[in-house]
Each structure stands twice: as C-alpha cells, then as structure tokens.
C-alpha cells in the first residue's frame, strides 16, 4: 500500500520562499517519477512538477526559475523548493507518484496513480 504525505505549507509573503516535503511509504520510490500539483479555488489542478526516478525535472511554464523539484531517495521523500513566491502561486499543493520511472511526453508525466493529501500554501501579497 502506498502513501504519501505532504508537509511545509503554511502563510509566506510574496517574494519570500517555502519548502515542500513529501514523504512516501509502502512504495517503489526509486523507480518511480514524482510529481507535484496544486490547485487554486476556481482553477483547474495544475501539475507544477516532475522529477524521473533518475533525477531529471521538469517544469509548468508558471513556476520556471521560481520552484526547484528534487528527492532524496534515501529518505524516500521528494521536495518542493518555492522562491519568490507571488499571490498566484496560493493554492493547495499535492504531491503524486507518477506510473512510470521516466515519463518523457506530457501525457505520461500528468499520470499518476497513488496522491497525498495536500498541504495549503498561502502568499499574501
């Protein structure tokens, strides 16, 4: 079974920063990608990141240059790093694991089967 759990939301002002954790457990961690979503009130769920089972990233057009996506396989945890963070970016953040080790085409980068719970992040502006 697996599960994952997402922590280090809370309220930041804009320009400041927030670093995502999450945790997974009963999982296949290391071959599979990662991927972060977040979801604003009165927008559609927007995939914000992925990161391969071997470490490469990539990046919703929004959030490039802003957010850092890494992992610690180790520790079976990926991380959301957010820098300068605008009232845009306020929403609630999940993180997911992806069905394959290395998507390469949109597509298979939005497909993910197992999702935490999400943890709130605040920008006030």
């Known amino acids: 079974q697996v599960q994952l759990v997402e922590s280090g939301g809370g309220l930041v002002q804009a320009g400041g920063s927030l670093r995502l954790s999450c945790a997974a457990s009963?999982?296949?961690?290391?071959?599979?990608?990662m991927g972060w979503y977040r979801q604003a009130p009165g927008k559609q769920r927007e995939l914000v990141a992925t990161?391969?089972?071997?470490?490469?990233?990539n990046y919703a057009d929004s959030v490039k240059g802003r957010f850092t996506i890494s992992r610690d396989n180790a520790k079976n945890t990926v991380y959301l790093q957010m820098d300068s963070l605008k009232s845009e970016d306020t929403a609630v953040y999940y993180c997911?694991?992806?069905?394959?080790?290395?998507?390469?085409?949109?597509?298979?980068?939005?497909?993910?089967?197992?999702w935490g719970q999400g943890t709130q992040v605040t920008v006030s502006s």
């Open positions: 997911a694991r992806n069905r394959y080790s290395t998507p390469l085409t949109l597509e298979r980068r939005d497909e993910h089967d197992y």
């Open positions: 009963g999982s296949i961690f290391r071959c599979k990608a």
């Open positions: 990161i391969t089972s071997g470490g490469s990233t």
